[in-house]
């Protein structure tokens, strides 16, 4: 079944608009969680990530917020720019010997100018 | 400094042919990791190694073999392809001085008819 359980499937936002993607899990070991954005014809590429230590984690205009009582995460974009238009990812893992990820199903983000 | 390479980048196979994706990393990385990219379903770990000289299966290992050749090198071996195995492959590699962040190469696309 999917350890990480992500939503909505797609999004279309207006430029200047916030995007907001959410992610739940189960497992409490999980203890690493990123988000991977992933342009068509590419591989995912590593766009932020957070340890359940934390309730919130910025970079620029994408924010991760953490809630580990509800295990859940979500990812941010603020000022969504048509730059921005991919497929975005979620995933945990377990951070001991190999980095094995689970992934969510994918979001894919339509930022239209 | 390419990072993860894969080949071949497209590939058309026939049911019940065999074939090799090869990766290669250029980043001294202990681990590498093969993922599967299907529709809907996200990326799905197929097989990994946590070190050169040990390989592990994944979450859907079934229909392939790895071969970790070095440290640089992991194949992905396909021995009787099936339709079922029509996806885009992914190699990627992680270290754990790098905050184990898993790095991709950009996908091997794989149709078996």
């Known amino acids: 079944q999917q350890q990480v359980k992500q939503s909505p499937q797609s999004l279309i936002v207006q430029k200047g608009g916030i995007s907001i993607i959410n992610c739940a899990y189960e497992?409490?070991?999980?203890?690493?969680f990123p988000w991977y954005q992933q342009f068509p014809g590419k591989g995912p590429a590593l766009l932020i990530a957070?340890?359940?230590?934390?309730s919130e984690k910025k970079e620029g205009r994408f924010t991760i917020s953490f809630n580990k009582s509800a295990k859940q995460f979500s990812l941010h974009i603020m000022d969504s720019q048509p730059g921005d238009s991919a497929t975005y990812f979620c995933?945990?893992?377990?951070?001991?010997?190999?980095?094995?990820?689970?992934f969510g199903t994918g979001t894919r983000l339509t930022v239209i100018p | 400094n390419a990072g993860v390479t894969q080949t071949p980048k497209f590939q058309v196979l026939k049911t019940g042919q065999s074939m090799t994706l090869q990766c290669a990393q250029d980043?001294?990385?202990?681990?590498m990791y093969w993922y599967r990219q299907d529709p809907g379903m996200g990326l799905r770990l197929i097989y990994y190694?946590?070190?050169?000289?040990?390989?592990d299966k994944g979450e859907v290992p079934n229909g392939y073999n790895v071969s970790r050749l070095n440290k640089r090198e992991f194949s992905l071996r396909l021995e009787s392809a099936a339709p079922s195995q029509t996806s885009v492959y992914f190699c990627?590699?992680?270290?754990?001085?790098?905050?184990?962040?898993?790095?991709f190469g950009e996908g091997s696309w794989l149709t078996v008819v």
């Open positions: 190694s946590a070190s050169e000289g040990t390989t």
């Open positions: 957070i340890r359940p230590d934390v």
């Open positions: 980043m001294n990385h202990n681990s």
């Open positions: 497992n409490t070991a999980f203890d690493y």
């Open positions: 995933a945990a893992s377990i951070k001991t010997g190999a980095n094995n990820l689970f």
């Open positions: 990627a590699s992680s270290d754990p001085g790098t905050e184990n962040t898993i790095y």
